[in-house]
Structure formats: structure tokens, C-alpha cells
């Protein structure tokens, strides 16, 4: 032995370590665990060790061993630990070949799997039933990024089979969003009487027409006539036939329909729909009284956003849809009268007013639109009391209010209501001064009227009204005048945005909060805008057109109130001006095709 060997014999490293004061050290192989996987699938390949051998269908012998199996799966473990085969070395595994056998087996020694197209029906099947829950797991990933049309109902079988929910959700939800690609392949007309039961009384199945629904119906039944037409009434009970298009379309489409006029149950649903769709066309807001009678309801984005725009060429004055999730745009049911600077509510998020303002017949003039109709259009209403441009329109329940605005060159207080159970205008009490080119919103059923003009002044003043009781009391004032201001409601909290001061045009926004009383400044806009259009939707605030001094706007302004910023979107052509918008629910012939 060398000196330095001598001398390191000689140090007490313990002694050392403990003058140091230093907490004992863990200290982790990442790779161990995985190194003796791999060593045990070395040793199982070359039946090193094993303790078990699992005999298949096609009499294959797959080699491993117990405490592997045993650690790694659920269905085994219970085997070798309560059942006779804890102490035999020779399984027979029933029902799955050694090709899968092998896979799975692979799988628990490795932590891989493949899945095709090919084995994914067969690996799923003996994954659910071996209790391996990632492979299974894997199986569903896989045909989830794979359901099309083609497929979609084989595959919602297959994980009815095997009570794999993720798979059936996906793919339940896969067949009502595509349902009109779904119904044209062989495995719709497969589908038992009770699986297309369940199918068509969806309430978020995406048709754009109720009819696609009643021509899949009677393409089903008459597929096996003598065998189905039994179940027609069933069916029927689930076709909203008072929803499609028109009457005539239903005295030629469906009343001539030879398997509804053999069923006196089915008679009965036409006979609904007739009446349904004659009281409408006096009654326009029929409450439905039943699910046949009331609209599906798409899945995605339920609200989407009509637009009232001017150009200066004809059509002056026209209506489109957005939807601002998607960006799409498509043109909406033109006015009949232009109703320029008129004001706009919506009552049930279904029925769209415009209410006065510039026309060809008279600003007393009162238009609505019922969105929810397959063929939408504008009828006239019951004309106002008083001829209105630039007043303020707002909604409390089933009732509509007008507010102020401008009579030829008198400024009005006065405000009347429109309640659709009774189809009058009513006059309430008037405002504490006079308002025109106002902004009204509404706030825990209060109707609010702020800034505007007096006749002589640009206001910064606001009033609520209390319909119960007929009151109309002042709030604070606003921190600067605006005239033609736009008022947006969003989460108990009312904002004025933009607006006319006399000199200048705003861009600056205030909130106010009825709990505090108080006005409090926002983040600026991007624009000035006067006049614009305001309307909130999932948790957004959404100012849209409107003007400046010298140019119309064209864009959208997006406000978060939990980041207090503004985001802007170029929203329309060029040389058209957006003057109002409102959310409304998606149109049923409103689609992304």
C-alpha cells in the first residue's frame, strides 16, 4: 500500500461530514424504474423467469411473469390472488387472440401501445374487459380524432357496448352537429326505432330546417316499410311540425304524406301544426306550449348578433346576422320602412323591434322581426302614440319602452309602453326633462335614461324609471356631457359610451354601479364614437359602428372588464355605417355552410 492509500485509511469522512452541519442527501435514478422494465421484457422474451404462460383461443402460448401481471393489472391481479389460478402456471385466456394478447402483454412491459385502424375495435374489447384503462383510453383518443359522417353511429354503438361515456358523448354530440352529412350514409337506416327516437328529440340536433328531420323519419321508415311504419306515430310525437316552413309547405309535404294519413295519431300532429301556424300568423307572440312547438336549440354559439346598417345606396337601410365567434356574416330580412335612427329592443331574445325613427311612413311606425320563424321577414306593428326619431328604446320583461327622442323640432319627455299580451301603446309618466338622441339601458328592472339632448343642452344627467312605481328618480351626473351616447349593460353594471359633448366627440366610457352611485371612468376606447350600436354577450361588451365629426366607423370595439381593455375588429365594408346591433338567438336558417 502506497502513502496516499495510507493516508486516506486514516480520515474519518463521518467526522468530517458532521463539523459540515449538512441534512442527509435522495438522490434519484430517473431511468431505474424504466431500466428494469426493459430487463424484464428481455427476461419474458427469453422465458428467463417466467412464471406464467396464457394459452389463447389459436392455441399460442404468450410467456410472462406473475408479479408483473399481478402490478400492473387489475384483472389479473385479482386472478392470481383470490382465484384456483394463483397456483397454476397455465392460463387459458378465452375469447382474444395471441396477436392481442401479445399487444397488451407488450403494453404492461413497456408502457406503449399501437393502436390502427385495423386492431382498435379488438384492442378496446380486451382492454375494457382485462381492465387496462389507458389502453382503453387510447382506443378512445384514436376514434375520437377519426368520427366522420361515415362512421360516427358504428363507433357510438361500439362504446354503448363497452360503457366508455367519453366515447359516447363525443360521438353522440358528433352525429347532432353533423346530422345532415349523418342521415345519408347506410348505418342511419340501421339505426333501431329507439335509437332514432332518442336522436331526433335532441333539442341541440343542427338542422337548419325542421324538414331535414321529418324527411329522415319517413327515408327510415319507408327503408323497411312493413316492419316500421308502425312506429310513426312515436317518431311524429318528436318532428316539430308546427316549425316547418310555412303552411303551404306543410299542406303539400307532410298532409299528402300517405303514412301520416293512415295514422289518426299522426293526423293529430298536422292538425297542430296547422293550427299552430294559422294562430301565429295572427298572434305573433304565441307562446309554444309544447316541445313540438318550440325551436331547436344548436349546439355551439346560441346568440348571434343583427346588425341595422345605412348605406348611401339602395338598400339604404338593411340587416345582416353576425356572429362573432365565427366572424361569419350574411344578410338578414330587409326593413320595409328604413327606420333611421330609430331605436331597437328585443324581447324573449326572439322578437326584434325597431321602434320609430326616419321613415317612409311615419316615425310613429313600429317594425318586429320574430327570428325564430324558418321564413323570417318584418311585419308592422301597432303604431306608437307619438311620432319618435332619437328616442330611447328599452325592454322590461314582455314590455317595450320608448323614451324622449325629437317630434319634428320638440324635444320630448314623454315615454310609452308596448305590452305584446295586450298589443296597445300605453302612455307612463314622463321624464323629469326633456331627452332626445338618449342611451337607455336596463338594470335590475329599472329602466335608466342618460345623457342625451334637451334642446339647448347636452346632458350629463341620468334618471331611472320604476315601472311598479311609475316614478322616474335622478342618479349622479356623468363627468361630462354626451349627446347620442350608447348604453351597454354587463354584469349588474351600466356603461355610457362615447357620445357628443358640443365640441368634441368621445371615445372616453364611464360605469355605474346602483350599489355605489356613483359614475366611474373606464379605459378609453380606440375611437370616438357617437351613436354606436352597444350589446353584451358571454361576458363581453361589444360597441359596434357608429360615427365621428367627419366619418362613419366600421369596426367593433371589445371590452374585458376583468382586464379593463378594448380590442378592435373591422367589422364592415367599406361606406357602410352600422347603426344599431342587438343579440338575438340564432335564426334556424343561420349555419356556417
Same mark, same amino acid.
Given at each position: 500500500m502506497d502513502a496516499l492509500q495510507k493516508s486516506l485509511c486514516t480520515i474519518d469522512l463521518k467526522q468530517i461530514m458532521e463539523s459540515s452541519g449538512r441534512e442527509p442527501t435522495t438522490f434519484k435514478n430517473n431511468s431505474h424504474s424504466a431500466r428494469i422494465l426493459e430487463d424484464l421484457q428481455s427476461l419474458r422474451k427469453n422465458q428467463v423467469l417466467c412464471d406464467i404462460k396464457l394459452k389463447t383461443d389459436d392455441n399460442e402460448i404468450v410467456y410472462a411473469h406473475k408479479n408483473v401481471l399481478i402490478t400492473a393489472c387489475p384483472y389479473f391481479?385479482? +386472478?392470481?390472488?383470490?382465484? /384456483?389460478e394463483s397456483n397454476k402456471d397455465l392460463i387459458n385466456i378465452r375469447e382474444l387472440d395471441s396477436t392481442i394478447i401479445q399487444l397488451l402483454i407488450e403494453y404492461i412491459y413497456t408502457g406503449e401501445i399501437i393502436v390502427t385502424k385495423e386492431n382498435v375495435q379488438v384492442l378496446l374489447q380486451a382492454a375494457n374487459f382485462l381492465q387496462l384503462d389507458f389502453v382503453t383510453g387510447a382506443c378512445v383518443e384514436f376514434l375520437i380524432q377519426r368520427l366522420d359522417p361515415s362512421n360516427c353511429i358504428a363507433i357510438k354503438a361500439i362504446a354503448d357496448l363497452y360503457n366508455c361515456m367519453e366515447l359516447v358523448s363525443s360521438s353522440d354530440a358528433y352525429i347532432k352537429k353533423h346530422f345532415l352529412e349523418v342521415v345519408k350514409g347506410g348505418d342511419f337506416l340501421s339505426l333501431s326505432p329507439e335509437d332514432l327516437i332518442k336522436l331526433i328529440s335532441c333539442n341541440d340536433l343542427v338542422v337548419p330546417f325542421e324538414d331535414k328531420v321529418f324527411e329522415c323519419v319517413i327515408k327510415w321508415v319507408k327503408h323497411d316499410l312493413n316492419l316500421r311504419? /308502425?312506429? +310513426?306515430?312515436?317518431?311524429?310525437?318528436?318532428?316539430?311540425?308546427p316549425l316547418l316552413a310555412s303552411t303551404p309547405h306543410i299542406l303539400n309535404n307532410v298532409v299528402e304524406e300517405p303514412l301520416l294519413k293512415n295514422s289518426p295519431k299522426c293526423k293529430d300532429y298536422v292538425f297542430e301544426a296547422l293550427r299552430f301556424n294559422l294562430h301565429k300568423s295572427v298572434e305573433h307572440f304565441t307562446i309554444p306550449q309544447t316541445i313540438r312547438c318550440k325551436p331547436r336549440q344548436f349546439g355551439g354559439s346560441q346568440k348571434v348578433i343583427l346588425m341595422f346598417n345605412w348605406s348611401n345606396t339602395l338598400p339604404k337601410c338593411y340587416t345582416e346576422w353576425y356572429d362573432p365567434a365565427t366572424k361569419l356574416r350574411k344578410n338578414a330580412p330587409a326593413l320595409n320602412d328604413c327606420h333611421l335612427m330609430a331605436g331597437f329592443g328585443v324581447i324573449r331574445d326572439q322578437f326584434?323591434?325597431?321602434? %320609430?325613427g326616419v321613415n317612409l311612413s311615419s =316615425?310613429?311606425?313600429?317594425?318586429?322581426?320574430?327570428? =325564430?320563424s324558418q321564413s323570417p321577414f318584418w311585419v308592422p306593428m301597432v303604431d306608437m302614440l307619438v311620432s319618435r326619431k332619437l328616442s330611447g328604446v328599452g325592454v322590461l320583461g314582455d314590455s317595450i319602452y320608448a323614451a324622449g327622442g325629437s317630434e319634428g323640432r320638440k324635444i320630448l319627455k314623454s315615454v310609452e309602453v308596448f305590452d305584446v299580451t295586450y298589443q296597445k301603446w300605453r302612455m307612463v309618466s314622463n321624464m323629469s326633462i326633456t331627452r332626445s338622441n338618449l342611451g337607455v339601458g336596463v338594470l335590475n328592472n329599472k329602466l335608466y335614461a342618460v345623457g342625451g339632448w334637451s334642446g339647448s *343642452?347636452?346632458?350629463?344627467?341620468? $334618471?331611472f324609471y320604476d315601472p311598479g312605481l311609475d316614478t322616474w328618480s335622478p342618479i349622479a351626473d356623468m363627468s361630462v356631457s354626451r349627446n347620442g351616447v350608447g348604453i351597454g349593460v354587463l354584469d349588474g353594471v351600466l356603461y355610457a359610451i362615447g357620445g357628443h359633448t358640443g365640441s368634441e366627440v368621445l371615445k372616453s366610457v364611464e360605469a355605474y354601479k346602483p350599489s355605489e352611485g356613483l359614475w366611474t371612468s373606464i379605459a378609453d376606447m380606440h375611437l370616438c364614437r357617437l351613436r354606436p350600436g352597444v350589446f353584451a354577450k358571454d361576458g363581453l361588451l361589444y360597441v359596434v359602428g357608429g360615427e365621428t365629426e367627419?366619418?362613419?366607423? /366600421?369596426?367593433?370595439?371589445?371590452?374585458?372588464?376583468? #382586464? /379593463? #381593455?378594448? #380590442?378592435? $375588429? #373591422? *367589422? =364592415?365594408?367599406? !361606406?357602410?355605417?352600422?347603426? %344599431? !346591433?342587438v343579440v338575438v338567438d340564432r335564426p334556424p336558417h343561420f349555419t356556417s355552410n
Open positions: 391481479r385479482a +386472478m392470481f390472488s383470490h382465484f /384456483d311504419k /308502425d312506429f +310513426m306515430p312515436e317518431l311524429m310525437e318528436h318532428v316539430r311540425l326584434v323591434f325597431a321602434v %320609430g =316615425s310613429k311606425s313600429v317594425s318586429m322581426l320574430d327570428v =325564430s *343642452l347636452r346632458l350629463k344627467s341620468a $334618471e367627419k366619418s362613419i366607423v /366600421d369596426t367593433v370595439e371589445i371590452y374585458n372588464k376583468m #382586464t /379593463d #381593455t378594448w #380590442t378592435m $375588429e #373591422t *367589422l =364592415s365594408r367599406c !361606406g357602410i355605417q352600422i347603426y %344599431g !346591433g
